[in-house]
């Protein structure tokens, strides 16, 4: 690259370091940097580094690195504070610094190399800034990213609780995290030391909490006292240090485009914090803003073409961010709403909260910490009795559900796992989705080598009378092979479906009677499964997309529920062996169900005898928004699971045996049904 | 996974002999399929009538929409130009479709946007129940794309993009697919641009990706910098995509000059 002009705006990490590597490639760069604050003024206190972020930083840039490493906090374990036990899991190796020596070294640094650094100048208007590239490394709240607003395509939403940031002189010899109930809910802390008298101390709780303890109204001494009060126990005498620590929210950052051309022929480019934030609970920021630099720097340094340079830049690091803000959006999901598993046990509790951003499965945590591994396994394969037994990894182990006992925690709808889970089978003829629906109850029962047999029974509402499903779904017959269709409401189900009759009280009778014959007869099956999801029949009553009666059955949820109620409790009556409730909760569709509305229904089903409830989500309505991914069913499970406190059943594309384990460690769910592409697995 | 090699409907000066030359050529060489974009409000030719014009100077190859905007069209006339290419290609024909990303296609087209997803949805059924012989491939990045492509469709096609991206687009299609109780798995094709040649070629193809996608912003720098321009870089394309699960991956000329197919193919060897 040919010498340029930088204007590097904000000297934090990003900044600093992208600076430093810069005119180190390219001594002949000449690069300013911006800065508001004095040299030595910083918010915030320690930052956490891991193994692989430390490679990359020793091949950028050896002296800094060696000076970060030789102020390091170094430590292993992550301790987990819960119901008065302190579980640790160790072979984690993480690494912390202050954020002002971090910046101190850097800034050093960049003097050393001959960058130009300006303290205390605070930029207002953007347009002041000169040079070939104007790097926006101003963090969350960048000024140049707004001031072009259109064409970065930047979109801030607060994500997470409640949140304030505070050192201690409490040294901690491990990441910890406390759990603290109060009478307002739940507060949590996450600490770390980051050198030898010092650590983090991040308060958060929901903002229902925050609200109901007043914290909304106390100032910045109040907050501090009400904290170290709280915490008491814990800070055992030492002290929280504020540094204009206030209460704030997380502000997600996500950005369309990462840089731009201006008219004078200059580019602008996003650095860190203000191209994208991820939540502090999987505490990469500084890592992945210093890793922006990195990548930035040697792009430049590899391309003759500035602009191709920034396009590359873009291309490497877009995808990487985007991993991280989908764990850290799962992980700061999992904080707000921690307090709806404080009724596990301690272990599968912590086994949970290691594995909440999906970055940690049961695998990779047996490599870095077996013994943990080997106490969740022998939790599980124990019931809760011991910790120290040999057992199996958790899908091996059986489950009981009612008088059955499943020998291993795998549905599949072929032979080869603990549950053979066959259907839908219609329990009427209008209720058949296709022309060839039906099973030989024969031919499954006797495939099944072993494992239990469950049949899913149901009625296709007005999803029925479609093509076999091999090119499509949901493609009505022709009118002349069809048959008449009945539904909550005569709303047709997709483009060319036929306007389906509103079930009448005869019919309802004659429904509910059919689901009660066909339990009747399925005796042979060890578990029998309702279909209430995907807008068949009955999960057409359930939700107010397809529900518009004027009836007792139609309204609120309460009367959404009634009729499948009455057809849960009428075979309830009818079946003395398991039964499970297959649900969508949620609609994944505007005005249609939400997963609190889900939690609620799966309550009720529970409620009325279901002693499962396989979770589903969509196709109520065929135009929803799915998130399709790799158990993308398994949130909506836990929730379910652990707000309902009834055993689920999860599918959601799961594919591999390490994420059932992970799932049924973590008490996501009770079984999971593993999706047919890569199934390797055997019986033991 | 097969190869394919795109036709040159939107590159800057094509002509009716070059189609013509080309695919004979493609015809002859290592492609499973030719493929032709869609876009209304650019110098182009239509992908039907290119498609049509491939059918009749080709005996082998496959031929594919990749894809064909939908709602810009009547439905019973997509319909018709899906079935039209069908028949001339005694079969050979594979319908990609999707919403597409421009708002002027649809300006231009007289044709409501807001409504694009539910239009693509119908015509996606009328598909299916008046034209079942043939396969369709859906495309597009939302949740109710996926869902729609395994509703209605028999694979997915991919936008483009790096191995990695391909990889995450066809988990989510798995995903779906499974979701909504399809039997086996979706068919999953991904696309790429190319030139092969000295600078001054090279030049011309980034040129044309700014222009084609100028109205992205500065998204066309990406596209137009992940052009693939040496050997080296559509072998690793090539393989990338082959070890994530692809079945046909479509290479699209970005120049209209018929030495590509030959490059292309010698690449390929
Ligand atoms: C509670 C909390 C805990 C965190 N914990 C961790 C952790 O453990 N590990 C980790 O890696 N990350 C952590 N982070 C994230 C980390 O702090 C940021 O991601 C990181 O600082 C981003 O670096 P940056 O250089 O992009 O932006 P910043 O550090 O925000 O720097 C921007 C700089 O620009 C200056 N500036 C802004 N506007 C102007 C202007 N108009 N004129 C002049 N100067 C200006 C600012 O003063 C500032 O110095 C945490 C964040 C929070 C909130």
């Not at chain 1, 032979?415 to 839908?424: A, K, S």
Request: net charge negative.
């Amino acid at each position: 690259m040919r010498p340029l002009r930088v204007s590097v705006l904000g000297a934090g990490p990003a900044g600093l370091y992208l600076s430093l590597l810069l005119k180190k490639a390219q001594p002949a760069h000449e690069i300013t940097v911006l800065e508001r604050n004095p040299a030595d003024a910083t918010y915030g206190w320690g930052v956490v580094f891991s193994e692989e972020t430390l490679g990359a930083l020793r091949d950028a840039d050896q002296a800094s690195y060696l000076e970060i490493t030789d102020t390091f906090a170094r430590w292993d374990a992550i301790d987990i504070r819960y119901r008065d036990r302190t579980l640790r899991s160790r072979g984690h190796s993480f690494s912390a610094i202050a954020r002002r020596t971090l910046l101190g070294i850097t800034q050093r640094r960049c003097r050393e190399v001959g960058v130009r650094l300006e303290f205390g100048t605070e930029v207002t208007d953007p347009s002041t800034l000169d040079g070939d590239l104007v790097v926006a490394a101003d963090g969350v709240n960048s000024l140049i990213r707004r001031a072009q607003d259109k064409v970065f395509g930047g979109r801030i939403t607060p994500q997470g609780c409640k949140y304030v940031w505070y050192g201690t002189d409490l040294v901690f010899d491990a990441f910890t995290f406390l759990f603290k109930e109060t009478e307002h809910g739940l507060f949590q802390v996450h600490g770390y030391p980051f050198d030898e008298d010092t650590s983090t101390f991040i308060v958060e709780c929901p903002r229902h909490t925050w609200e109901s303890a007043g914290l909304d109204k106390m100032d910045e001494a109040q907050s501090m006292a009400f904290c170290a009060d709280l915490f008491a126990d814990e800070l055992g005498g030492h002290e929280l240090k504020s540094n204009k620590s206030l209460w704030l929210d997380f502000p997600r950052l996500v950005t369309k485009h990462w840089h731009s051309a201006n008219p004078d022929g200059s580019r602008t480019v996003l650095l860190g914090d203000s191209a994208h934030t991820a939540h502090f609970t999987i505490g990469s920021g500084t890592k992945l803003a210093m890793e922006d630099a990195i990548a930035l720097a040697a792009a430049v340094d590899r391309h003759t073409d500035l602009g191709a340079a920034l396009v590359d830049y873009e291309l490497e690091r877009k995808p990487v961010i985007d991993r991280f803000q989908q764990a850290a959006a799962s992980s700061a999901d999992y904080f707000e709403r921690v307090s709806r598993h404080t009724g596990l046990d301690p272990l599968p509790f912590a086994f949970n909260l290691l594995t909440r951003s999906g970055r940690i499965g049961h695998a990779s945590l047996s490599v870095r910490d077996p013994s943990f591994v080997r106490a969740v396994d022998s939790w599980f394969g124990t019931a809760g009795e011991s910790t120290t037994a040999v057992c199996p990894p958790p899908l091996f182990t059986p489950f009981r559900v009612g008088e059955l006992v499943l020998r291993n925690r795998i549905v599949q709808d072929t032979p080869g796992g603990g549950l053979l889970l066959v259907g839908t089978e219609p329990v009427t003829e209008d209720g058949r989705r296709t022309p060839s629906d039906g099973l030989k109850w024969t031919a499954v029962l006797e495939s099944a080598q072993g494992a239990a047999v469950g049949l899913r029974i149901g009625h296709a509402g007005r999803r029925g009378a479609t093509r076999e499903p091999v090119h499509g779904v949901d493609v009505p017959l022709p009118a002349e092979q069809a048959w008449p269709l009945v539904a909550a409401s005569p709303i047709p189900y997709g483009p060319r479906s036929a306007v389906p009759r509103e079930l009448d009280a005869e019919g309802m009778v004659r429904i509910r009677d059919a689901f009660v014959a066909m339990a009747r007869k399925a005796v042979d099956f060890d578990l029998l499964e309702l279909d209430m999801a995907h807008g068949f029949l009955l999960g057409g009553f359930l939700s107010p997309l397809t529900n518009k009666r004027a009836d007792c059955y139609g309204g609120d949820l309460d009367a959404r529920l009634r009729y499948p109620l009455e057809v849960l409790r009428a075979v309830r009556e009818a079946w003395s062996k398991p039964l499970s409730v297959r649900l969508s909760v949620t609609d994944w569709s505007a005005r249609g169900t939400t997963p609190d509305e889900g939690v609620a229904m799966a309550h009720a089903m529970a409620q009325a005898g279901a002693d499962l409830i396989h979770v589903a989500a969509g196709q109520t309505v065929p135009e929803g928004m799915p998130d399709y991914r790799r158990g993308f069913l398994t949130p909506l499970a836990d929730r379910v699971r652990s707000e309902a406190g009834v055993p689920t059943m999860v599918g959601g594309y799961l594919t591999t045996l390490d994420e059932v384990n992970t799932v049924i460690a973590a008490a996501r769910a009770d079984l999971c049904v593993l999706a047919p592409p890569d199934r390797e697995w055997t019986t033991p | 996974m097969r190869v394919g090699i795109g036709l040159p409907n939107t590159t800057p000066g094509t002509s009716g002999r070059l189609i013509a030359e080309w695919a004979r050529r493609a015809d002859a060489g290592p492609f499973g399929t030719l493929g032709v974009l869609d876009r209304l409000v650019y110098a182009s030719v239509e992908p039907f009538s290119a498609l049509s014009a491939a059918a009749a100077v080709t005996e082998r190859v496959g031929l594919a929409t990749m894809i064909a905007i939908g709602p810009v069209r009547g439905t019973a006339m997509l319909a018709k130009q899906a079935q039209s290419v069908q028949t001339l290609s005694d079969g050979r024909f594979t319908l990609g479709v999707a919403v597409g990303a421009r708002r002027d296609d649809y300006e231009a087209a007289g044709v409501e946007h807001r409504t694009r997803g539910a239009v693509l949805s119908e015509q996606l059924a009328h598909l299916r129940a008046e034209n079942a012989d043939v396969p369709i491939l859906v495309g597009g990045n939302s949740g109710a794309a996926f869902s729609r492509m395994a509703r209605y469709a028999d694979g997915y096609a991919h936008g483009g993009g790096p191995a990695r991206a391909f990889a995450s687009a066809a988990a989510k299609a798995r995903a779906a697919w499974h979701d909504l109780g399809r039997p086996g798995r979706p068919k999953l094709w991904g696309q790429a641009y190319f030139a092969l040649g000295d600078a001054d070629l090279t030049a011309k193809g980034e040129a044309y990706l700014l222009d084609y996608y100028a109205f992205t912003g500065p998204f066309a720098q990406t596209v137009a910098a992940a052009n693939l321009t040496t050997p080296r870089a559509v072998k690793d394309l090539v393989r990338g995509y082959a070890n994530e699960g692809c079945d046909e991956l479509i290479l699209l000329p970005t120049v209209s000059s018929v030495d590509q197919v030959d490059r292309l193919a010698e690449v390929l060897g």
